[in-house]
């Protein structure tokens, strides 16, 4: 299944290609950061799990952190190595297999200590658990994403923690990021500091969760690595894990699209595409944000309100090819008449979107494909009927 094309307007089905050169520049900067702060950064399956291209990771990184019995399974065979488990509530009929494929387990809460670190102990004696802790502070403005909002179900408040930690917790687990920057970091981390410290010298390892978009441009990587390194100096005992999932896959990759009709409505006009946001984008319809698509430009209503003379024919909203009335989003200014069997590129789609795609309304799941350094394309997996099917099996 290898070919080459020149660009991506050739394609003429859907599909989400990864490029290796874009990946391995995040990867050689999230090393970088790792080996000049003396901390260790670990690949979030829940952002990114395309194994095929686990090879390049392991040029870089040595562990993955997993959230289910899947995740886990997928670092134990596929990666080569144990994850760092974390979920919000193991079952009695998976944790001892996730314990063995585990080097290091995090439990939410008392409870569920209480019920299963002995058994996964028992189960594998080399394993190091810790425990999800709430600093009650967050800067995640959208509510959906934020695991520190009032009645969160994420983690132990430190009124909740006895003075003595119980046997066996070793560590400490803290997320509360989402595309954050390290300014951030640096107001976030008083406020762990300040709930948590108390019981610091009873640990051997904190894992500061994901959200640390250091592979962004206007990131400060300097003022990151700078705060990282005076943690390490004010508690040096304690081994320091980073767990980012969408800045391993920032900005690495498309989603390639194929336009099917223009439909017009009260005078909107709608580009159909042959895929969806519901299914293939889920996260423009949840967060919700618009997409950058190449060669146009975003008329968002602010944009709108600043730009009354916009009298252009061409302004599209793009619509989904599902029956959920609401998957469509707009608008977009373009340069020219969008016709059928034009390609669309839908810019940064590979973090996150690769891994929360559904099959719903069994419509089409697109391709997954990686543009290689040397220049060659390489379809990773096609989808069709049977992957549909399987699933209701």
């Known amino acids: 299944m290898d070919k080459k094309i020149d660009v991506l307007e050739d394609l003429n089905k859907p599909m989400f ?15 970088s950061v790792a080996d000049r702060a003396g901390v260790e950064i670990i690949l979030a399956f829940k952002a990114f799990a395309l194994w095929k291209t686990f090879p390049i990771f392991r040029e870089y990184i040595n562990s993955t952190t997993a ?7 997928l670092a134990y065979e596929e990666f080569g190595a144990p994850a760092h488990t974390y979920s919000p509530a193991y079952t009695d009929y998976e944790i001892e297999d996730i314990a063995r494929m585990s080097s290091h387990l995090t439990f939410n809460s008392l409870s569920q200590f209480g019920r299963f670190a002995k058994l996964a102990k028992d ?10 802790v709430n600093p009650e502070y967050s800067e995640i403005e959208t509510e ?16 909740d923690l006895p003075d003595v930690l119980p046997e066996f917790i070793e560590g400490f687990h803290c997320h509360c990021h989402c595309e954050s920057g390290a300014d951030v970091f640096v107001r976030t981390l008083e406020h762990i500091e300040g709930k948590f410290s108390k019981w610091f010298g009873q640990i051997k390892w904190i894992n500061f969760g994901g959200g640390h978009l250091m592979t962004r441009k206007d990131y400060d990587v300097e003022l990151l690595i700078d705060t990282l390194k005076s943690f390490r100096k004010r508690y040096p005992h304690l081994k320091v894990v980073m767990e980012p999932g969408s800045a391993f ?5 498309p989603l390639v699209a194929q336009i099917v009709d223009v439909v017009e409505n009260f005078g909107i006009k709608t580009a159909i595409l042959n895929v969806s ?7 423009c319809l949840e967060m919700p944000y618009m997409p950058v698509v190449r060669g146009a430009e975003i008329l968002d209503d602010q944009t709108a309100s600043k730009n009354e003379k916009i009298t252009s024919p061409y302004v599209y909203r793009l619509g989904g090819n599902s029956c959920l009335s609401g998957d469509f989003m707009g608008k977009w200014l373009f340069d020219h008449e969008l016709k059928v069997g034009e ?3 839908f810019e940064d789609m590979i973090h996150y979107t690769t891994v929360k795609t559904n099959m719903f309304n069994g419509v089409s799941h697109p391709s997954i494909a990686i543009l290689k350094e040397n220049g060659e394309f390489q ?3 096609e989808f069709g009927y049977e992957d549909y099917k399987n699933r209701m099996n």
């Open 123 to 132: 189960t594998n004696p080399g394993l190091s658990i810790g425990l999800r």
């Open 379 to 381: 379809i990773l997996r």
């Open 144 to 159: 959906l994403y934020n695991p520190c909002a009032k009645g969160s179900r994420f983690g132990v408040l430190a009124s």
């Open 67 to 73: 959230s289910s019995y899947a995740e886990a399974r």
């Open 17 to 31: 290609v990864v490029e290796e050169r874009l990946l391995r520049r995040n990867l050689s900067l999230i090393k």
């Open 343 to 345: 390609s669309l590129i």
């Open 249 to 253: 896959a920032w900005q690495t990759g």
């Open 277 to 283: 946001f519901t299914c293939h984008m889920p996260d």
